[in-house]
């Protein structure tokens, strides 16, 4: 299975400060078809995940723009521009390159200053 | 907009069998595959298995494979996950969700609210 690394796990910030999620996969996510299938997600407290980031860099439906991702290969990096109150919780990534086995990062967990 | 309403979940006793579904509303059901995820308490996502638009295709992760089984019925919108011979280490939030469009390596796109098995005695 594809192993994928966080770091931090755990990260504090001042409201409007921006803030930064690295995830490492233990094998390139680039596929055969030229697409690298990195996705982001946030669990709120008490809710399920939703999609943030799909293929390392296209925000989601609804998704704010001061989210950002990018990377390739097995580097990949979250960025918070000016992080908000509600921006609050669980962030993980997940690859879905190595079907059917998609495995997830261990998590960070954001948190307001 | 795409809706996935989970159920089936509760206490059972270890041995036990409970069968989870997932309603699903707001997109063509029966052309999108469909999995299930699980969460432990305080813990971090597990991919649990995953099936096909049609059904022709599932997989399973090594922790569960030969004691579930993921089902749909394209013609009531709906994923079933049944759990057989469980354990406590399948006590878990089960989410199903729904696999993005575009190519087989699409990963999910929507999760449902989620519902807590519980696996004791």
């Known amino acids: 299975d594809i192993v994928m690394t966080q770091t931090p796990l755990s990260l504090s910030v001042t409201p409007g400060q921006p803030a930064s999620i690295s995830c490492k996969s233990s094998?390139?996510?680039?596929?055969?078809?030229?697409?690298?299938?990195l996705y982001w997600y946030l669990q709120k407290p008490g809710q399920s995940p939703q999609l943030l980031i799909y293929?390392?860099?296209n925000r989601f439906s609804g998704v704010p723009d001061r989210f950002s991702g990018s990377g390739s290969g097995t580097d990949f990096t979250l960025k918070i521009s000016r992080v908000e109150a509600e921006d609050v919780g669980v962030y993980y990534c997940?690859?879905?390159?190595?079907?059917?086995?998609?495995?997830f990062g261990q998590g960070t967990r954001l948190e307001i200053k | 907009q795409v809706q996935l309403v989970e159920s089936g979940g509760g206490v059972v006793q270890p041995g036990r069998s409970l069968r989870l579904s997932c309603a699903a509303s707001?997109?063509?059901?029966?052309?999108?595959?469909m999995y299930w995820v699980r969460q432990a308490p305080g813990k971090g996502l597990e991919w649990v298995a995953v099936?096909?638009?049609?059904?022709?295709?599932?997989y399973y992760a090594d922790s569960v494979k030969g004691r579930f089984t993921i089902s749909r019925d394209n013609s009531k919108n709906t994923l079933y996950l049944q759990m057989n011979s469980l354990r406590s280490e399948d006590t878990a939030v089960y989410y199903c969700?729904?696999?993005?469009?575009?190519?087989?390596?699409?990963?999910?796109?929507?999760w449902g609210q989620g519902t807590l098995v519980t696996v004791s005695s």
């Open positions: 969700g729904k696999k993005a469009p575009g190519s087989v390596n699409q990963g999910i796109d929507s």
């Open positions: 707001g997109f063509m059901f029966s052309t999108y595959g």
């Open positions: 099936m096909s638009y049609d059904g022709g295709n599932e």
């Open positions: 094998q390139s996510l680039l596929h055969s078809d030229g697409k690298t299938y």
């Open positions: 293929e390392v860099s």
């Open positions: 997940m690859q879905s390159k190595q079907l059917p086995r998609i495995t």
